[in-house]
């Protein structure tokens, strides 16, 4: 089953009368002039995390933050959250402490609340995160329109090589492996494009997997010109030192966080000119060729290993 | 630390300005004239269930009911939930879907959607839900008062007694045992309820350790007639048969999922008349010295070698 499959098969199976559903970054549910946005990411010890490459702080700070970047992606304002914690006992109040010490960082730094939770000992960490938020305009994954631009918020692959680098273990710290730990959702980012695009969502599970969301979403195609993707230039020197895929690590590297776009010509100059100061760059535009994802390196075409981390894949 | 410690720490690191956030069964979100609540709770192999003794249908409809069993403990009615959900691969599609078969079932009978959620493989199944519902009238558990009584809406020590049954592994079926793995939350007892009390808990921890949390936050003490508790007159034979002390099963057992309320005498008075086929009763009463639960069996004090289940204790 791939999770195509599987989001077709929940919502089926799961219809939703009070508003959006499954199937996108976050519900949506019209109350009063506002939609309140409500948004769910788990993470599990040794499949998204080693306990070796964080402190419990560090992993509560990116846990909020991973949730924060789904209301972001909606154009939203997240307000407060509620957590799920496993935790194994024999960590220690230290370390407890230290995780919602975390928490409270988050709270102060992107002006959110924690509002309840539940706490449990378990073998292994376990963080459910959920962040209620709220849009005037939400924006949504299915509404790329034909001939819009594929406009990204920042650099894509330095996390994906930060976490190469923790895991090939010669390197504790340095510019990768932090913006791997420390993720800044694109809270405001996300509020300003909001009010110009057609379809938005948070780069989590690398660029193509996540653009590949928003087409099948939208029944659209795209294609992508490479050379317009921002790549730290250190990046190639490392790939090319360390025998990785450049390609690979930009395009299906994943955790990313930045925000990915589609925007008509006409909004993107209307965008440039309203918000000078604004970093976002745009890789490609979308097309009518349902399923297409076409992306090419200066004309010639690319092939990728893979599209980027399914949970699905067998 | 003790989890009322915990709770402490929580309140007093994380305002929320919102409503009423961490110590309670949901928090508490006004919004027009109407009342948010949100709940979570996770489930964890081999610290919650283990996958031998339910289907993962069962699991499902379990993790959703005492969930919803928060809700009722709020006296509000459950509307929509969210789910993360950790699912080992090599578990393989068939139990992935028997477990939102369990979903779905849940969902027509309790009258709730899926609203969303995240999945992820994980090395045990580890299961996080969330339900949002809403209540005019939300009743808390910090506002027991003096000479109140207290009510349970039905027999405590069932789910128990089936849960010993299953880990001393002689039986896989029968009546405690469905009781242990069948969950039925009172949600429409819990509205009528509280039309008439003054604090309300659902029983999941165990009797005395769950009013123990509603002595806490009231700052009251309570004296519990054990003679008057509803207990399934089986539990003695069993108990004796076994050797497994009675007391405990009923007082401490967890998992029982019926309300315990405190509720004042005008109002019971009230509450019987107007609904007489409520099935309720009444074990005790609440008094003025603070952090004092007295059980006394027909006049002769009881002691039990622990409260009930604490995530907390070291």
Known sequence: MTEAEFVKFLQDTFPFRYGKGIGDDTSVVKIGDTSQLVTTDILIENVHFRLEDFTLEELALKSLAVNLSDIAAMGGIPRYFYVGLGFPRKMGKKKLAAFFCGLEKGCRQWQVELAGGDYSSSPMIFISIVVVGEARNPIYRDNAQTNDLVGITGFTGESAIGL??????EVKTGYFIEKHKHVTPEIEKGQVLSRYVNAMIDLSDGLLIDLNRVLTASQKGARLAYEKIPVNPQIKDICFQNGWDEYEAVLAGGEDYVLLFTI???KEMKLRNENPGLEYYIIG???????????????RPIRIAHLGYDHFEV
Chains 1, 2 share one sequence.
Do not use: F
């Not at 190469?164 to 273990?169: F, N, R, S, Y």
């Open 285 to 299: 535009e979308i097309n009518d060729q349902k399923g297409s994802l076409v992306v090419e390196d200066r004309g």
């Open 164 to 169: 190469k680098m923790l895991l090939a273990g």
């Open 264 to 266: 008509s010509e006409q």
